[in-house]
């Protein structure tokens, strides 16, 4: 019964999203009635362009966040529901899915200095506390609770207060990346100028905020108390840092998420080859001196304890649904693990079809990545490229990962409604990626976890990955690209 409801929902909301989008995809092309006087659109400002398609998008989301709330009477399981829960800055005290395992782990350094055993020996393996960072992501904690005394509750509090800003700041980010993508490529649209940005930047940066909270990533990672919130807001940073050639800034920014996230050191080896000196050496400098000081002060053993975290993770992955990377989906598919709730003492059992599949899938990833384009000058969307194959590659990837794709849409949706490398259907696709991105359907896929169809239940992944290929294809579609946004 709940089945026959459930594909009864998506069935209406399938309907609903795919005659809409193909309804305002007729009426803007060029062979559809002007009945409603949307040939205008065509000689809009680039600018108002992109942020006329993100409008259309918002409102979609809220529209079918009221469906599945009216439909499963579970409104704060929506994306319009977590943007509630986002805004009210008064319910944040037990938001500490980083901050409590990070503060355990500095209890336990504290009490035990001199233990043989490694830190991530007795905290990951023993204790079974999926503490699951380099120690060099304590460093800020660690200071700032020496400073002030404050214990881990208002420690907490303070980090969701400073993410809760962080929000607030990326929604100026946002604004800045279409702002300055779309100048970029209106460089090559004859006769539009930017002239009416001048008169609609307060509406555009509403629509950009409004972006923020309405990006189910971003949300989600908030909500949970996740240092994953400040990794996308350095993520956006860096490539506002790249637009404005501050490459030692953008290397800079990319070092202090490799402290918290060592994947992103891949970003070192794909600007060497590219003999981006400046962002490669500072980045090093600034991920080195960050790893010299957490062996300082926590000790070489417990530092390179951490090897052996990512060694297992990389064998086992995690089957629960919110691991939107090819392992969860294998996982999920081989019924490997629990698929719908989220353990946090234990792993799915190594499974060699799941392993495997994950080295050869992040081995393809990363090297197309890395040598893609490697003798030319890397712009904007190759920087913006390397971020997503990094996220894509890993072997877990949370939902509140992919809140780097955010910054990477502002980005993106000018360059692809400048450059239409899909033609007709270049919305189409812009429309479907931000989709399965940007909100929470899992109402509606988590009916089909225990079933063959529980693929469906990573549909942020298979968006994530058609914001891949959309990436590569801008890069192809046309050679001088390159030279615009270096």
């Known amino acids: 019964m709940v089945i026959s409801i459930t594909l009864y929902m998506i069935a209406l909301i399938l309907l609903m999203t795919v005659l809409s989008a193909v309804s305002l995809l007729y009426l803007f092309s060029d062979r559809g009635s002007d009945f409603f006087n949307l040939k205008k659109y065509q000689k809009y400002p680039l ?22 709330a009216a439909s499963f009477h579970k409104p704060e399981d929506t994306t319009a529901g977590y943007m509630l829960k986002t805004l009210n800055v008064w319910k944040m005290t037990h938001l500490a899915d980083s901050w409590k395992p990070m503060l355990w782990a500095l209890k336990e350094l504290n009490a035990n200095p001199q233990n043989p055993l490694s830190l991530y020996e007795r905290i990951f393996f023993v204790s079974k506390v999926k503490f699951q960072y380099p120690l060099s992501s304590l460093l800020f904690l660690d200071y700032l609770k020496q400073m002030t005394s404050a214990d881990g509750h208002a420690i907490s509090f303070a980090m969701n207060i400073l993410c809760w800003f962080s929000l607030i700041g990326m929604g100026f980010m946002i604004y800045y990346l279409f702002s300055d993508s779309a100048n970029r490529y209106d460089k090559y649209q004859a006769g539009i100028s930017l002239d009416s940005k001048k008169q609609s930047r307060i509406l555009f ?22 240092i994953q919130t400040l990794i996308s807001c350095l993520t956006a940073a860096a490539l506002i840092a790249w637009s404005k050639d501050r490459k030692g800034l953008a290397g800079l920014l990319v070092g202090l998420c490799c402290s918290i996230k060592p994947q992103y050191a891949v970003l070192l080896l794909w600007a060497a080859f590219r003999k981006e ?3 490669s050496v500072s980045l090093l400098v ?9 062996v300082l002060e926590y000790g070489f ?20 649904f919110a691991n939107q990377s ?53 712009q904007l969307l190759d920087m913006a490229l390397i971020f ?25 949706f000018p360059a692809a409604i400048a450059r239409r490398p899909f033609g007709a259907w270049t919305e189409a696709y812009l429309l479907t990626a931000w989709f399965l991105v ?41 050679p001088r690209i390159a030279k615009t946004s270096a």
Do not use: C
Request: aromatic share 16%; proline share 4%; glycine share 4%.
């Open 277 to 279: 000196w400046k962002f």
């Open 286 to 294: 600034t991920a080195g001196i960050l790893q010299v000081v957490s």
């Open 205 to 226: 940066f509403m629509i950009s905020l409004a972006s923020v909270y309405l990006f189910y990533p971003l949300s989600r990672s908030f909500y949970l108390g996740q």
């Open 326 to 378: 090819l392992n969860g989906l294998m996982n999920r598919l081989l019924f490997n693990g629990n698929n719908l709730v989220w353990l946090k003492n234990s792993f799915p059992p190594y499974h060699p079809v799941v392993y495997y599949s994950t080295v050869v899938s992040s081995a393809a990833i990363l090297g197309a990545a890395l040598f893609w384009r490697v003798r030319q000058k890397p």
């Open 388 to 412: 997503l194959s990094v996220t894509l590659a890993s072997p877990v990837a949370w939902e509140h990962h992919y809140g780097i794709l955010l910054p990477i849409f502002a980005v993106l």
């Open 47 to 68: 600018l108002n362009r992109s942020y006329l398609l993100l409008l259309t998008l918002l409102t979609s989301a809220l529209l079918v966040s009221a469906i599945l």
């Open 301 to 320: 053993s417990n530092v390179i304890g951490y090897i052996d975290v990512l060694r297992f993770i990389s064998r086992n992955g995690e089957s629960f």
């Open 438 to 478: 940007s909100q929470k359907f899992e109402l509606i896929t988590d009916q089909f976890a225990n079933t063959h169809l529980n693929f469906v239940q990573s549909y942020l992944f298979f968006g994530a990955v058609m914001v891949l290929v959309l990436l590569y294809r801008l890069l192809s579609v046309e």
